[in-house]
């Protein structure tokens, strides 16, 4: 149980001091059926009084960031794509005005394939982007339809071709596997079209029911049912062999990229690494024991006059611990367990101990990952580690 200390009149800050940076763009022009991530279909007006917030609010909080060294911003949502290029130019302004990202840094830019056309790619040439993500989800037309995606297959074909074509050679897709109806087969051609498409990094969901979702709802009303788990192992497993077979290396449990080509925001997540992220329901970690949760709502947002209403949470000795088996053991190179208090590791251990002797995790020094085996029920396992 995390202790919530403060509400929008908090003074307050989440310093991070080092990290990412991340921006929550809150518009999509229709929802997904599946999706529970905070978005609205709101039109053109609210786009710029949105961008004249978050341009508040970068003022108010830049000084949460150690402005030298910001190794990576990602422009995520929502569909940051659905912003004309005049808004991303005002963004990308004062993100020069109020950060300093480092030479190298990365920068990623989530985009529907639907709004991806050689005009765009080559205004996104202007920008400092030099990533680009881009949900594809499937390739089935059919199962497009029924997710409520807005592109059709030949149109993610044809948006990654136009990004390669102008030189953007660092794309990440995202593919979702266990749809309702999905067959092996259908998996197997998204699974190879994809890896066809020759881009360096992509991200597999298995499909998740959230609660608030059309989804949800149609699975509580039984039109549509969750596949079996052992269709879901298979699509899963069949995915890591082609993927190692393309080269890629599967550095998370959801994530594969080739050699060098790690999503370096992604795993800034995944190591604990302080971000400070900006825009209604953007989250900040300090790298400590401190989240900052800016709320959902983009009208509170927009209308906010000093700093933008948001909840802060400490979290216990006993939740950072959670977060930090949660977070490594999802990663190829597990869990330090230098990271642990004493008390912690005597505790991690012991309840490790059956999944070790199983052969599900795998203890090599002072780090504890999953095998290959242990990959499968990892829900499981790190639920088994937990307080
Ligand atoms: S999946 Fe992406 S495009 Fe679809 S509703 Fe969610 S944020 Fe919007």
Redesign the pocket.
């Known amino acids: 149980m995390s202790i919530p200390v403060s509400t929008r009149s908090s003074t307050r800050s989440v310093v991070t001091k080092a990290g990412g940076i991340y921006i929550h763009v809150p518009f ?1 022009r229709s ?2 059926i599946y ?1 529970d ?1 905070y ?1 609205t279909t709101y039109g053109t007006e609210w786009k710029q009084s949105y961008v004249n917030a978050l341009k508040h609010e970068m003022q108010l909080r830049r000084a949460e960031v150690d402005s030298s060294r910001v190794p990576s911003l990602y422009i995520g ?3 940051p794509s659905q912003l004309p290029p005049t808004l991303l130019t005002e963004i990308f302004q004062s993100i020069n005005d109020n950060f300093t990202l480092t030479k190298d840094a990365e920068v990623t830019i989530e985009a ?1 394939p639907d709004d991806v056309t050689p005009d765009w790619v080559d205004f996104l040439r202007q920008t400092p982007v030099n990533r680009i993500s881009m ?1 594809v989800q499937t390739f089935s037309d059919a199962l497009l339809r029924f997710l409520n ?1 807005r592109h059709t297959s030949r149109q993610a074909i044809e948006a990654v071709q136009y990004c390669q074509n102008a030189g953007y050679g660092n794309i990440s897709l995202d593919l979702i596997y266990g749809l309702p109806g999905q067959s092996f087969k259908e998996w197997k051609h998204d699974v190879q079209q994809l890896l066809a498409l020759g881009v360096p990094h992509l991200s597999a969901y298995a499909l998740s029911y959230e609660e608030g979702t059309n989804l949800f709802k149609m699975l509580q009303e039984g039109h549509v049912a969750e596949v079996p788990d052992e269709l879901s192992f298979r699509m899963y497993e069949h995915l890591m062999d082609e993927a190692a077979a393309a080269g890629m290396e599967h550095y998370e449990i959801s994530n594969f990229a080739k050699p060098g080509m790690y999503a370096r925001h992604n795993s800034s997540y995944w190591n604990n690494s302080p971000y400070l992220g900006l825009g209604p329901g953007a989250h900040s970690y300090d790298g400590g024991n401190i989240r900052r949760a800016n709320n959902t709502s983009l009208k509170d947002y927009i209308q906010a006059t000093d700093d933008v209403p948001h909840q802060i949470e400490v979290l216990t000795p006993e939740e950072k611990y959670d977060e930090l088996v949660m977070t490594h053991l999802r990663t190829a190179s597990g869990l330090p367990l230098g990271l642990l208090t004493p008390k912690q590791k005597c505790y991690c251990l012991q309840m490790a101990e059956s999944h070790i002797h199983s052969g599900n995790l795998v203890q090599e020094g002072d780090v504890l990952r999953l095998s290959r085996k242990g990959i499968f029920i990892s829900n499981s396992i790190i639920s088994d580690l937990m307080y």
């Open positions: 999509c929802r997904c999706c991530f978005s949502g929502g569909t529907n949900g995606r």
